[in-house]
């Protein structure tokens, strides 16, 4: 189809825009058919090179055939031919059916250019077209620190650019149809008819509306809702203090902060992007490595990567990881794991406490001792009641004296010989149990010859303190939610890295485990002392009222300045019941609602235990669109995930569901806090707190719609 065919297919009806709208949408419009133009006849030319292959292989061939007097002639065309060639070819081009997110017009001097950020750069001066990259481009740089109407001075290469910001528009381009404009406080949005609406519509939508999304009881209208237009590309939406971070250096660690929906994946894998653009030979797609604590968030970073053209860069959960590293240190596979460790001993595992005292104990440096040596110095020290009492000691009250215990109890069963080890000799028609099982399993004897999870890191933390690491190293290192990665995990993943090229990303509002020291300390950990940092202090994800009510939850652990939030929403509604099963009932019946409603919508009732979520999942087990979403299963499609804490952190949905906001699910500790506060951060447009029974402390002082 021609580009002019298509503008006559898709031309906009603007009768309910004032003419400065109009004007808007017009000029928009002859931008992206300018675009699409040019590129069109750029891949015309493309086609036609064929033709000049197969001429250019004549004329070679003419050349070994003709005689000297001819030879400056034939040159001469093949000179021509493959000039012809090289003003065709060009890297890849835009995609015309999206082929920019954002439109920059600058005045220098007398000069005025228009500019179309996207993910490819594509030039054709002649129709005055300038489509350039995001991630390279200098230009890029004046769309993320200035506004329109704003003056600007740039140092590009070779020289000062100063003049003024005439145009900066977010746009959304869908199928080669322009389908929304931002700019500034002004969005217009095409709707399903092809007309255009202005801001006020979208606003009233986003809102939930007088009387609908708003009001207590409903779940009310989000990003799910029939004709709502496309959302704007991430990348165009980088604010200034996001653009800087991402344009830090390379070669200098950067920690990023910030509250729950700042950003903070956004800019360390964007800056993962600029990175591994610039330098592609430094840092090859498989030498990059992003880290992330869980399953969910590992899959949301892998898909935010493929639009940023590192599809194929590895992002891994810490597990995954702790597992291959293990696997490249030993030369074999982890042994059995123990699913199930005590949460005491999982936390005295993981505390900085023990990563002090082992890292002062004395080694033998530059010798490796073997696996076997390793896990039985291992087991020694978890069975030293003096050793665990130190840590207990050095952890100052956050670790309980009832861990040392614990420890000593479960490591011991763990050191224990399998039972099959010791009835090797007996006849094994006479150990068959009447149901069939392993002999051991459902008993205490279940655990003997196991390790947990949470020694991987231990051992190859003692491997790397005495010999180092060996194997292939990390070009640019990402750590997502860092302030649940233990000291040991930051120490073996920074012993790993080529040079300093590192990204920490994290909140400590949002630790649910006892891992978190500071970050200094994490920093040290990985070796990235005096990392630049930077303080994300807007949260995008979520609206005012819930921003509020999260801070509130925070009570005495929230940051002494709170975050600025960036738009106004829906208020957060507080359900009481008498029992678990009135509220059971009543979110059934709510959800089927939404999901009849809206089935393009996203939400998530997120339990504080996994058992919850399988009680609620059973309610809703009719609804093809309900799923149970443990151990960060997601599949980021439209419909209910029932989940629990653990397995959304770093996530967001339209809606979230809080079903137990009870005392006895959250009482009033700082841990509870925090995974509570976790839980109702998900909510990009709307949260539910509902109480069956008695209402957890925390809602005190909390104010709901």
Not at 232 to 243: K, N
Not at 286 to 312: F, M, N, S
Not at 422 to 447: F, M, Q, S, W
Request: charged fraction near 25%; charge should be neutral.
């Amino acid at each position: 189809m021609s580009p002019n065919r298509t503008e006559r297919a898709v031309a906009p009806e603007v009768a309910d825009l004032s003419a400065a709208e109009r004007a808007l949408v017009a000029e928009e419009e002859a931008v992206l058919a300018a675009v699409q133009r040019a590129l069109a006849e750029r891949r015309a030319a493309l086609r036609g090179e064929g033709d000049l292959v197969s001429r250019l292989r004549e004329l070679r061939d003419e050349a070994l055939e003709s005689m000297p007097k001819d030879l400056p002639t034939v040159f001469q065309e093949m000179g021509l031919v493959r000039a012809v060639m090289e003003r065709t070819r060009g890297g890849a081009l835009p995609d015309p059916a999206a082929p920019y997110f954002a439109h920059l017009r600058v005045r220098e001097g007398g000069e005025v250019r228009d500019y179309c950020l996207g993910r490819h750069t594509f030039v054709d001066r002649a129709a005055g077209v300038r489509v350039v990259d995001w991630r390279f481009a200098p230009v890029a740089g004046i769309f993320y620190r200035y506004r329109e109407g704003e003056e600007f001075e740039e140092a590009f290469p070779g020289r000062i650019s100063a003049g003024v910001v005439e145009a900066r528009r977010v746009v959304v381009v869908e199928r080669g149809v322009l389908v929304r404009i931002s700019a500034g406080a002004r969005a217009l949005s095409r709707r399903a008819d092809g007309r255009w609406r202005s801001a006020a519509a979208e606003i009233a939508a986003l809102a939930g509306g007088e009387g609908t999304a708003a009001r207590a009881g409903a779940l009310g209208t989000g990003a799910g809702v029939h004709g709502r237009a496309a959302a704007p590309e991430l990348t165009a939406l980088l604010d200034p203090e996001q653009f800087e971070a991402i344009a830090s250096p390379a070669d200098r660690p950067l920690l990023v902060l910030g509250s729950a929906g700042s950003g903070k994946t956004t800019v360390a894998l964007h800056r993962l992007a600029r990175i591994a653009f610039e330098d592609p030979r430094r840092f090859p797609p498989g030498r990059l490595q992003v880290v992330v604590p869980e399953v969910g968030l590992a899959r949301l970073a892998a898909r935010l990567l493929e639009p940023l053209g590192l599809e194929k860069a590895p992002v891994r959960t810490l597990d995954a990881w702790s597992r291959g590293a293990f696997q490249s240190a030993f030369g074999a596979p982890p042994p059995r794991l123990y699913p199930d460790t005590p949460p005491l001993v999982a936390r005295l595992k993981r505390h900085p406490a023990l990563f002090e005292l082992l890292r002062r104990r004395p080694h033998l440096a530059r010798e490796k001792p073997p696996l076997l040596r390793l896990r039985r110095e291992l087991g020694d020290l978890l069975v030293d009641r003096a050793f665990l009492e130190g840590v207990v000691r050095a952890a100052a009250g956050d670790l309980p004296t009832t861990a040392i215990e614990e420890t000593i109890r479960h490591t011991r069963l763990q050191l224990a010989p399998p039972s099959d080890d010791l009835l090797a000799g007996v006849d094994p028609d006479r150990r068959e149990t009447l149901d069939g099982k392993p002999i051991d399993e459902d008993t205490p004897a279940a655990v003997s010859g196991t390790l947990d999870p949470e020694d991987l890191p231990l051992l190859l933390f003692l491997s790397a303190l005495r010999a180092g690491v060996s194997g292939k190293r990390t070009a640019h290192l990402v750590v997502d939610e860092a302030e649940d990665v233990s000291l040991f995990e930051l120490y073996v993943l920074g012993r790993h890295l080529a040079g300093r090229s590192a990204t920490l990303a994290g909140d400590e509002s949002q630790q649910t485990f006892s891992s978190y020291a500071g970050w200094p300390q994490a920093l040290a950990a990985l070796g990235a002392e005096g990392a630049a940092t930077v303080r994300l202090e807007t949260t995008y994800r979520c609206p005012r009222p819930i921003a509020e009510v999260a801070r509130a939850i925070l009570g005495p652990l929230a940051p002494a300045a709170p975050p600025r939030a960036g738009r106004d929403g829906a208020p957060v509604s507080r359900l009481d019941f008498p029992t678990e099963a009135h509220a059971h009932l009543f979110l059934a019946g709510a959800l089927r609602d939404l999901l009849e409603r809206e089935p393009r919508a996203s939400a998530a009732v997120i339990c504080h235990a996994p058992e919850v979520a399988r009680g609620i999942h059973r309610l809703l087990a009719d609804l093809p669109e309900a799923r149970l979403a443990l151990d960060g299963k997601l599949t980021f499609r439209p419909g209910v995930d029932v989940t629990d804490v653990a397995s959304v952190k770093g996530l967001e949905f339209d809606y979230v569901v809080v079903p137990d906001v009870t005392a006895r699910a959250y009482p009033d500790a700082d841990e509870a806090r925090r995974r509570l506060h976790v839980a109702v951060t998900r909510a990009a447009h709307q949260l539910w707190l509902v109480v069956p029974g008695t209402p957890s402390p925390l809602l005190r002082g909390v104010r709901t719609g």
